[in-house]
């Protein structure tokens, strides 16, 4: 086995105490301000954005360096209508007896339904992809470690920089997924996790009532 190599921290500029307080506060008031939508503008986002926003995304820790992800970036409407047709598909049969009662009561309150038309008005779609494993240069399975915990972090990243960068998301899950794949012609050894709409919000957005109710800090932070 070869012998590990290392190389100098490039050091962050130092920053007091108050500087970090403030900058956590900052941030924290900006991330307040993030809701996810449904109601998208076709107005258009360059691709420069989405790019740079998965460059971030790219940057996520993950188990061994694996970076066990792939993004589908989807602006073609073509492509964007197939995914909402076989993804529309799959809702009808979850609305329609595939879920428990319980789990459509947990959604009562948003209001969602089988018909997605975000999926088409959104000016991009990106598909979340995890590597179940890698392949050497000769095709050989390579094991990936922690994969579902690296490709979350990768994705609230994403989320993340999406909106810091002014737009607004919808993350959606259609279950099964399969179709993901096969449409975007990735390989057998990725697996679709998310859908994430992206865009500006339309001028008549809204946004469920308790979609604005948030764990209290003490709800979510034991200190010991």
């Known amino acids: 086995m070869a012998e590990p190599t290392h190389t100098p921290l490039q050091m962050r500029p130092h920053v007091t105490d108050e500087e970090m307080l403030s900058r956590a506060q900052n941030y924290y008031a900006d991330m307040a301000t993030r809701r996810t939508i449904r109601e998208f503008d076709t107005k258009p986002v360059p691709q420069s954005v989405i790019d740079a926003c998965v460059a971030a995304a ?6 061994a360096n694996q970076q066990p992800w792939h993004f589908v970036a989807v602006r073609d409407p073509g492509v964007k209508k197939q995914i909402r047709a076989a993804a529309e598909e799959e809702e009808r049969k979850f609305y329609a007896g595939g879920a428990s009662q319980e789990w459509l009561d947990a959604l009562a309150p948003i209001g969602t339904d089988a018909d997605k038309p975000h999926l088409e008005d959104a000016p991009w779609l990106i598909v979340v992809f995890a590597q ?5 240069s000769d095709g050989g399975r390579v094991k990936h470690y922690y994969v579902p915990e690296s490709v979350g972090i990768a994705t609230g990243m994403l989320i993340t920089a999406l909106h810091v960068s002014g ?12 179709f993901l794949r096969e449409l975007l012609e990735r ?9 994430i709409a992206v865009g500006h919000p339309s ?3 809204t946004i469920p009532e308790m979609a604005k109710i948030k764990k209290p800090l003490d709800g979510i932070l034991t200190v010991r």
């Open 132 to 136: 179940r494993y890698g392949l050497d």
């Open 167 to 178: 737009l607004a998301t919808l993350t959606h899950t259609p279950n099964p997924m399969g």
């Open 203 to 205: 001028s008549d957005a």
């Open 58 to 63: 790219g940057t996520a820790p993950s188990g």
């Open 187 to 195: 390989p057998d050894n990725e697996k679709a996790t998310m859908i």
